[in-house]
């Protein structure tokens, strides 16, 4: 049984929660949150005690961290968990500064601590199927790949001003799935976008909407098409097209009931958000981190990959400031 | 060029007209209908001439009639169109009584004319494509077909007084394309049915829900769903369930924009009836009959076709009033 | 926090072993098992001990029974659980013969037990969200109930011999369901049917396809579809048509990544059987049979259901047998 | 009964020469083809007689011209049927250069005849309908449209080589596709891309994958995604993103049928190519040019449509070349 110490009990906090508790080799140890009543509640409901970062790192019986806080804690915590010797687990992003990350991730290094960034969507089964698939050979040479990801509703702009924008803080899932699907780092990026959704996101400085392009080695194209609205749940798609077909990745429905009346025939929206959606992605993920834990495995997305995200998200953002393509090499 | 007399200018034969004027091979040359002014509408479009029955079926440069009229006018036409060696298309049923079709066969296979009926559903595109498909030994050996047929509202109860009920009327199409799909005759028929959709049709002594259970002599079972009102168009699908898996003929739907929104996901409903949905089944049934003119091919639903599922609906109305399974052999 | 007394560590005990130990609720105390062996590694595993019937029923903190035995032992241990004063849960059915169902029910009623019969597919999020819809008055009157319920490949014949023929061992959960929908009970049973997947089953006295139709008081009917094979994974689908459109719950299928190629466009097979496709109404049933433990709800499956739905399974057979229509009033 | 002098008569004049003849307001007067034997074929199959292009023009009998002869011939042609008064129905593409295609638009304006381009998918009905939808005000305001267009297999390095390249003999499709649902004009063009599917291609200095994305005055954006081969048939999606939802236009399959089966759910591909899948466009089209012929309706595809198109081509070209984003204002 590992013992885990939790930080942040927000949203998210929460998911990893129940899915720390529900795995059989598991359990929370210690909750650490400076929201003071919310850490309380979890540990009790957990059977955990409430802890400072100090005293969790240094207690013995802790195996690992699960970070789950503010973003911007995300480097310091990894940095202070690596001294003390504990396994890591990290919400994306590292940080949204590519020095901070890559100065945390020397840290890591120096440590030789297990590492597990968080990108939830690579451990969605569907995606997972696809990738399988692909690597199987079903389609042959990979050529095109287009992912749709859209929120279903904007964020606040308060939000929005502290989130890194929309390459930092949403296209960087798109731009990671990229790389675990074709499995090689693009060479060029290129990223155009608008602020269309709310006219409050244009006056936070950031856009709503965004269309970004990339190359890879092998001459594959990669398009990722962002919306923070779609009207109608979370909208999550990948189709890959290769030298002999096509895999296509379909949206998860709320539910499988048609109704057929006389105005038209009507099914179930897709999924609302990524609570509902990746919910078994984030049960799999842990499952993967308790892999990691014994032994089992390797870390499946490391350092490399939430710094390589960064990397490609930045470039979006210089592509997006210059009108140009942004090489990479 | 074969000259064609045209009987009856109502619904389904202005469907007729427009497919014999497009053919290269047919044209009109009567038409042939006790509402004169209709029959003059119709000629004038076609630049055919209005006739009586008397001149069409001595003219000698008309080739084949087209029977279109009102079902109790079918047989007696059927037979002075043999009598005068004309070929016959002849739109179902041939007549509403077993022993009036039985006679009209008779007089058609003395005269040995060629004698096409009008089982239109045999040429649906999509149909056409399941049988072929099972017959190419895509599922193995047939053991269950389930046929949908459900029309999109209920007729007035004064044309269901008249149609011989809703077996003879309505399931004959089912009742026959069952044994068009299955290739074999049934043993055994059991049917049940409701007033569901509209008491009237209780009142005019007629059902509007039917369930018919067939067995054939491979062991096969068929099942047959109908009723007078959908709701949401015409619903007209197949499934053959067989020893490797399963044919699915789908509804074929007005157009392919889904619209995604807040409430839901929408498509547009299945083709309203049987003008919309059978269009290209017309077409295709005319150019079988062409073919049968040119001496290419046998008539593929002939005379025997037309009787036997005649047969079936009077058994399933025996069916239905016994409560009891009507052995046919 | 309730101790159950698992009877039954085969393939369904297995399955409710882990809801039981993963529900927040129940643990498991008690593994009852004649084969000792399976007993006591499921006893190991969940930290429970292996007992004899008299011991758990015996122990007050016992607070209820979880029934997966073998069939012919269901009626036995409900009324030695009735007497003993312990909640029930019983996988269906209670017995094969109607008589002893009914003893069985009377001594139930005697000890005022809490007893609620295991109807999984009453429990699963795509029929709930039909029956939902429909009672919400998305489709107005019911007209037409259509159950298809195939299973992915035939049992051995061994197991048909014991199994009380397919009216009593399948479409039992098909009877229910259209119980459960339509919110009334038959007024007639027809029912049809042949051996055609696999000789076998035929030698053994039993058959392995059915049609059946069921008529109700409302007027509505039923046609369930059954198949002990579909070469396809496991065909749960229904549709009921009323009097405003149709409601129709589709098969889940094992993925939802879709494959275009040079031959077609391949997507997954449904969900290969039970134990895939009700996973999650099995963990719905278990919460709502500890939500009759806490006393929040009444059983919503009682005793009357496992009796009603065997009473129709008996009519299957006799209407098969006799070709005519059964009335049940 | 408009006469129609048919210039060129290879695949593309075929088709049309069906759907003139087929039309009851349009017949084939002239054949003109430099291939003599083809033109002689064509003009036996019709009742029409070969010319010359001089003797079609001087023929007062002659209403109209359509043009489907090679692309380097189309401008001339235009030129010499304006300047004789003959209305104009011209394929795709004016010219390749965009100087000529200005020229010869002037030309065409001082002789004011009716001039029709043929941009064939502005008829389809599945993207017809997208676009009523849309006008109809179903997603609210337009944000992102993404049109997925991709052959199904490459044309050969000669076609190529004398094509214009990818942008000028593809994409222009989707370009107009792009101002065609939009409603306004591009402000500026991205345009990406790379040689996947066959290097003869790359070596005839053409790519066969692109990515185009357009910025409009409104803000909002398209993204065209092109490849040379898709695998499956012919893939001619349409997504329109607004402020309340999606519209989507999916293939049209070449039938409905579906085989579930041992290892997979199977439907068919989308239509092979656009002889089959824009068949109803191509009549729709000529419908509406006998509407302009009548004088019932304005051409809703002008000259200015093929130069703007041209313009959208030529800017993705330097786009390309050149990794900037090209402005158009």
């Known amino acids: 049984m590992f013992n885990i110490a939790l930080f942040g009990c927000g949203r998210i906090g929460k998911v990893h929660a129940v899915n720390i508790d529900a795995h059989p080799m598991t359990q929370i140890r210690a909750v650490i949150d ?15 005690d409430v802890m400072t970062t100090e005293e969790a790192l240094a207690d013995p019986d802790i195996h690992a961290v699960c970070i789950c806080s503010a973003t911007d804690t995300h480097a310091n915590l990894i940095e202070l968990a690596a001294k003390a010797g504990k396994a890591i687990f990290c919400e994306k992003p590292i940080d949204l500064s590519l020095d901070r990350v890559r100065a945390c991730l020397d840290t890591v ?9 968080g990108f939830n969507r690579r451990y969605d089964p569907q995606f997972r199927t696809l990738k399988d698939l692909f690597e199987s050979g079903a389609i042959g040479k990979a050529e095109t790949l287009v992912i749709t990801s859209r929120d279903p509703s904007p964020p606040p702009a308060d939000y ?128 993967h981190f308790v892999d990691v834990l014994e032994g089992k495995t390797e870390p499946q997305c490391t350092g490399i990959d939430g710094e390589q995200a960064l990397v490609l998200a930045e470039a979006s953002l210089e592509s997006l400031e210059t009108h140009q393509t942004v090489n990479l090499t």
């Open 109 to 117: 290094a120096e440590s030789a601590v297990k590492f597990l960034v």
């Open 160 to 287: 929005v001003r502290v989130s890194g924008g929309i390459f930092r803080d949403m296209s960087i899932h798109d731009l990671d799935m990229a790389r675990f699907i074709m499995g090689e780092d693009p060479v060029s990026v290129s990223a155009h976008g608008a602020c269309l959704v709310d006219p409050a996101i244009g006056e936070a400085g950031d856009i709503d909407s965004a269309v970004i392009v990339l190359h890879f080695p092998s001459g594959a194209m990669a398009n990722i098409i962002n919306s923070r609205r779609s009207g109608y749940g979370y909208d999550q798609r990948i189709e890959l097209h290769g030298s002999k077909g096509m895999l296509k990745a379909g949206n998860v429905r709320e539910h499988l009931v048609e109704h057929w009346g006389e105005d038209d025939c009507s099914s179930a929206k897709p999924q609302y958000f990524f609570l509902e959606r990746y919910k078994e992605a984030y049960i799999a993920e842990w499952q």
């Open 34 to 48: 400076p929201y003071t009543e919310g850490a309380a509640q979890l540990a009790e409901k957990y059977h955990a």
